[in-house]
């Protein structure tokens, strides 16, 4: 009687170590799976949290102009209207159309900015210049290249020039810093212009006379992401 | 008259020493004159300080060219290099290399059409924005060429690029800013840039007939007449379909350059102003 509740037992530890054996990889398959769920890469979790333009229920629905690639000539922009609740405040109103702008287009070849690429502030100086700062992935993600490069900041500045009309002239930074170049050729460390004259010719061009007030910029930025924060 | 052996060989000795003497200080102004910048009429470039010049192994800045009137020398700039190979395609095309290629065959059509020829780069270096612009710089009568390969765009298709003429603001009086070193050239560029985009638009179906306004970094500090030509693009499949616009592209340019020799001026010369 003893042996055959020894052995009993020693059959149950077997099949329970079996059955462990078998169950550990799937085990680990699903903890794998459920790390990756939960763990939003860097990009993902600033953009969730740079995203959240406040919009308020009283925003009145206009058509908004957004400019992707042309389907039709693909060296080109297009604008694509579409109904947007949007923001009178020239501040909220540049980042909501900017937001959607880096959403992109439903054909996404029809995209100018990388699709992980996340608007992180917006300020606007009280002579029209913006400051739209970008993440990294403006710069690391945007197809290096003239054309490219030029139909990334096209686009921003063009979408502004529809949309936020307060908005006259446009620095772009990434991650809070002045880059010489957005990926290697459009330079960066000018004030590009935004206006129609500008957007007729398909050229964004640059404003030299505003070079020397860059430092004034910078100046201001400083207060303005205070009063950012403040809000 | 009578002179005296001595009194003659003392008179000899001085007119010698005298003619010697006017010959060393005409070489002395005319070596002087040679080692001056070109101006663009008001002032000589200045580097903005801390901009970075290596020194070689970038090419080292050769003296001058012969004082000639007009266009006689062509700076052609391979971009990327080193650490940076700029696009990079799908069947591991890299830019950095194919410019390298294309800068050869556009050299050869150059010197055909009788131009001196500067490369930035021979290797596989990569030189500063500053370092490849005072090159040109360096240069009397010369114009710059900064060759691509973009990343997107038709396939097949090769353009032109120019600063905006906007960006022209030429401050009045006192020294013209590194920085702003193209501007008083943007209409000549825009002209030389017009004249190599009509010579691309004949040979490659679906490129624009005139030159595009980009604002490119290395066109910025560049003091002459200056052109980036990219051409479309590293996506594609083979890399036989890029060597084979390559001698097109390398015409194109030499053809279109050629055609603008006539309308530049060197800056400084009367009537001049770029």
């Not at chain 2, 290399?97 to 021979?122: H, I, N, P, Y």
């Not at chain 2, 006539?262 to 009367?270: F, H, I, T």
């Amino acid at each position: 009687m003893n042996g055959n509740w020894r052995t009993w037992v020693l059959v149950g530890l077997a099949f329970a170590v079996l059955v462990a054996a078998i169950y550990f990889p799937v085990l680990r398959r699903r903890l794998k799976t459920t790390a990756k769920v939960s763990q939003p890469s860097e990009e993902q979790a600033r953009r969730e949290l740079t995203q959240a333009v406040p919009q308020s229920p009283s925003d009145p629905v206009v058509k908004t102009k957004l400019f992707w690639i042309s389907g039709e000539d693909e060296s080109a922009l297009a604008p694509i209207a579409i109904e947007l609740a949007l923001s009178k405040d020239p501040v909220l109103r540049a980042k909501q159309v900017l937001n959607t702008l880096l959403a992109g287009p439903v054909d996404s070849d029809l995209r100018t900015l990388p699709p992980d690429a996340a608007l992180l502030a917006f300020y606007l100086l009280p002579d029209g210049t913006a400051v739209a700062d970008f993440s990294e992935a403006l710069a690391t993600s945007t197809p290096s290249g003239i054309q490219s490069e030029q139909m990334a900041v096209d686009s921003i500045a063009r979408t502004l020039e529809a949309n936020v009309p307060q908005v006259k002239r446009l620095k772009i930074l990434i991650h809070g810093q002045e880059l010489d170049t957005l990926a290697g050729h459009i330079d960066l460390t000018q004030i590009f212009v935004v206006d129609s004259k500008a957007a007729q010719r398909g050229a964004i061009t640059l404003d030299l006379p505003a070079r020397p007030a860059l430092p004034p910029v910078a100046a201001s930025l400083n207060t303005g992401a205070v009063k950012e924060s403040q809000r | 008259m009578h002179i005296s052996n001595g009194r003659l060989f003392f008179r000899i000795i001085l007119i010698s020493s005298g003619t010697a003497l006017l010959a060393w200080i005409s070489v002395f102004i005319s070596s002087a004159q040679t080692l001056q910048q070109p101006a663009s009429g008001q002032a000589v470039l200045a580097q903005q300080t801390g901009s970075p010049i290596a020194a070689p192994p970038y090419p080292t800045i050769p003296a001058p060219a012969q004082q000639r009137t007009g266009l006689n020398m062509v700076v052609v700039d391979p971009a990327h290099g080193g650490t940076d190979p700029g696009a990079r395609g799908a069947q591991g095309i890299r830019e950095s290399d194919l410019v390298l290629d294309l800068t050869v065959q556009v050299r050869r059509a150059l010197e055909a059409q009788g131009f001196q020829v500067l490369q930035t780069r021979s290797g596989n270096e990569n030189p500063s924005f500053d370092d490849r612009s005072t090159l040109a710089n360096a240069q009397r009568g010369a114009v710059f060429v900064t060759l691509h390969i973009s990343s997107t765009g038709l396939p097949g298709t090769a353009r032109v690029y120019t600063m905006p003429e906007s960006a022209a603001t030429v401050p009045a009086g006192g020294v013209l800013s590194w920085d702003h070193a193209q501007a008083p050239y943007a209409a000549l560029s825009r002209k030389f840039g017009d004249a190599v985009q009509g010579q691309l638009a004949q040979r490659f179906k679906g490129s624009p007939s005139n030159a595009q306004s980009a604002a490119i970094r290395q066109l910025r500090t560049t003091g002459a007449p200056a052109i980036a030509v990219e051409i479309c693009s590293v996506s594609v499949q083979n890399r036989g379909d890029l060597d084979r616009m390559m001698p097109g592209v390398a015409d194109a340019i030499a053809r279109g350059l050629a055609a603008f020799r006539p309308s530049y001026v060197l800056p400084g010369e009367a009537g001049s102003h770029p």
